[in-house]
């Protein structure tokens, strides 16, 4: 097998999409690969190659050890020691041969027996409060990880992510195959081939905003949703409520990317609750007017202390940490 057949090989066997045409679970996906499989004749013997690895079961095996294989040796042989005392000679041969043949076969058994476990194949990435880390999937594609969340994948299906909490998605793109990713979260499914994008499961609901690219969302009501540059999309599973907004100046946001809040218009309430989910505290606000204030602008979030002072210097007030509680009040 080529160099090139090779590389496909190994695209093939990471992407979804072509595993649910190989399981036949998804007919997008099954449609998709007929269709790029007659396109591309010559790469038909790849394809199929892919989908036996695919359909093979993966399992860590555990080797019996040569000292229980000799202990298995030895009480057989005992047996035949002790049945050869008890038979007469005209039987001796033809005994012998009937138990050195099962030994024989115990033995071979047993050398070549495994302890067969399904292998743990869950890749799970988990931030502390207040921890941010940067990521690279196997694909390449970048996952920047805000604090209080995790994402998840399958070892076979690392463009297959479940997340919960935020995080921010530079995707790979895999223009050989056109590859798709996905990102799931619990109202909806991000479908992706190759782009910039923030999600968000905060606040029970799922919002997405679209930097570049082009991406698809299937909402768990099983309706799905398309989205462009610039666009900012929420949806709830529990309420089954969506809101489908551009980002302008007038409407009121709070994200965050790659280490910073982003926040336009943004309610004072709204962005210390942005600080609660990723920092684990809790806010009380002893001038209860303070929480209908607006805030705009970016605030870095990688530090507690250097976050809230951002914010006393944009809002005028002053926030004072004491158990676990953030007490904000009139400066």
């Not at 043949?101 to 033995?107: G, I, K, N, R, S």
């Not at 409520?241 to 309430?269: M, P």
């Amino acid at each position: 097998m080529s160099k090139e057949e090779l590389s496909l090989l190994e695209i093939l066997i990471d992407d979804i999409s072509f595993v649910n045409w190989a399981k036949n679970h998804n007919q997008n996906d099954v449609a998709f690969w007929n269709k790029w499989i007659g396109q591309h004749p010559d790469k038909i013997e790849t394809v199929y190659n892919a989908k036996a690895i695919i359909l093979g079961i993966k399992f860590n095996k555990t080797q019996v050890s040569e000292t229980k294989i000799d202990q298995a040796l030895s009480d057989i042989l005992a047996l035949v020691e002790v049945e050869e005392k008890s038979i007469n000679k005209e039987r001796f041969s033809f005994i012998t041969v009937k138990y050195m043949a099962m030994a024989t076969t115990l033995v071979l058994m047993i050398s070549l027996a495994y302890i067969f476990i399904p292998a743990d194949t869950t890749v799970t990435h988990t931030t502390l409060f207040g921890e941010i880390i940067d990521l690279k999937l196997p694909d390449g594609t970048s996952v920047i990880l805000n604090g209080n969340s995790q994402i998840s994948y399958d070892k076979s299906s690392p463009r297959n992510i479940n997340l919960s909490g935020e995080a921010y998605f530079k995707v790979k793109a895999i223009p050989s195959t056109k590859a798709k990713f996905w990102v799931n979260t619990k109202d909806l499914k991000v479908e992706v081939f190759g782009t910039q994008f923030h999600v968000s499961t905060r606040n029970n609901k799922t919002g997405v905003l679209l930097d570049e690219g082009c991406i698809e969302l299937l909402l768990g009501n099983g309706t799905s949703q398309k989205m462009k540059p610039g666009e900012l999309v929420s949806y709830s599973n529990e309420d089954k409520a969506i809101t489908h907004d551009r980002v302008t100046q007038e409407l009121s946001y709070s994200l965050w990317r790659e280490g910073t809040y982003i926040f336009n218009n943004t309610s004072v309430y709204e962005v210390m609750k942005n600080i609660e989910q990723a920092y684990g505290l809790k806010t009380e606000f002893i001038d209860e007017e303070l929480k209908h204030q607006k805030l705009t602008g970016g605030i870095p979030n990688q530090n507690l202390k250097i976050c809230l002072s951002a914010i006393e210097k944009s809002t005028g007030t002053r926030i004072v940490e004491k158990d676990n509680r953030l007490l904000m009040f009139k400066n």
